[in-house]
């Protein structure tokens, strides 16, 4: 099956700083690649994604980069505020259904 | 609220006993999704329907569990003999078909406690 790994586990940013959280992934069937965020005690709540056919997506301070040659791809979050603190999680799909999840990137910023 | 809903949110049960979760979709999703989720780690897939069929079941489903969603609107998730190993939160989600179909919109989950 597909497995999809994330990096870093945790990463800490001053506010207003850039975030870059990356995956990858090892099945090249995969062809849809969500962003979920995560907020304690709710469920993961979608905030980007990009399809197989596309290199990147922008959606205002949040950006998504594909690279399939390599098959990896990013979350790039500028200008961060508090309220981006979350875990965020990475995702790809083989075909029409089954998100296969990385192991998820805690994200805090600082005041 | 349009959105997936999920009850309980919270779950505690002693260890062998029977448990069931309900997930009612978005309107119209005819795709509906369940995730296992332990501390720490990101959701793991267990069993997705479409309408009332249920199409594929992961290998985490073990016997003890059963999903059903009879009339291609609300599904259940039973947890039978709970054992301290079940305790996670359970996520459902739902999709619209067509080619929109991958879109998953998640609930806010039933956290589970074996005791």
């Known amino acids: 099956g597909e497995n999809v790994e994330q990096h870093p586990s945790t990463l800490s940013v001053q506010e207003g700083d850039s975030a870059v959280i990356k995956c990858t992934y090892s099945?090249?069937?995969?062809?849809?690649f969500p962003w979920y965020k995560q907020e304690l005690g709710k469920g993961p709540q979608l905030i980007i994604d990009?399809?197989?056919?596309?290199g990147e997506k922008k959606d205002q301070r949040i950006a998504v980069t594909l690279n399939k040659t390599a098959k990896h791809f990013s979350l790039h979050i500028t200008e961060t505020q508090p309220e981006d603190s979350a875990v965020y999680f990475c995702?790809?799909?083989?075909?029409?259904?089954?998100?296969?999840f990385g192991a998820g990137t805690t994200v805090t910023v600082r005041a | 609220d349009t959105g997936v809903s999920q009850n309980p949110r919270h779950k505690i049960t002693k260890r062998g006993q029977n448990v069931t979760f309900r997930c009612d979709p978005i309107?119209?999703?005819?795709?509906l999704y369940w995730y296992r989720q332990t501390l720490g780690q990101g959701p793991e897939f267990l069993t997705y329907?479409?309408?009332?069929?249920?199409?594929?079941k992961s290998r985490l489903l073990s016997d003890r569990f059963s999903a059903e969603r009879p009339k291609g609107s609300f599904s259940t998730l039973e947890i039978q003999r709970t054992e301290q190993g079940d305790s996670a939160m359970y996520l459902c989600?739902?999709?619209?078909?067509?080619?929109?179909?991958?879109?998953?919109?998640f609930g806010a989950g039933t956290r589970l406690s074996v005791l």
């Open positions: 989600a739902s999709s619209p078909g067509g080619g929109a179909g991958n879109i998953q919109y």
């Open positions: 099945d090249s069937a995969s062809n849809y």
């Open positions: 990009i399809r197989s056919n596309v």
């Open positions: 995702a790809g799909v083989r075909y029409d259904y089954k998100l296969s």
């Open positions: 309107s119209e999703h005819n795709r």
């Open positions: 329907f479409q309408n009332e069929a249920q199409l594929e």
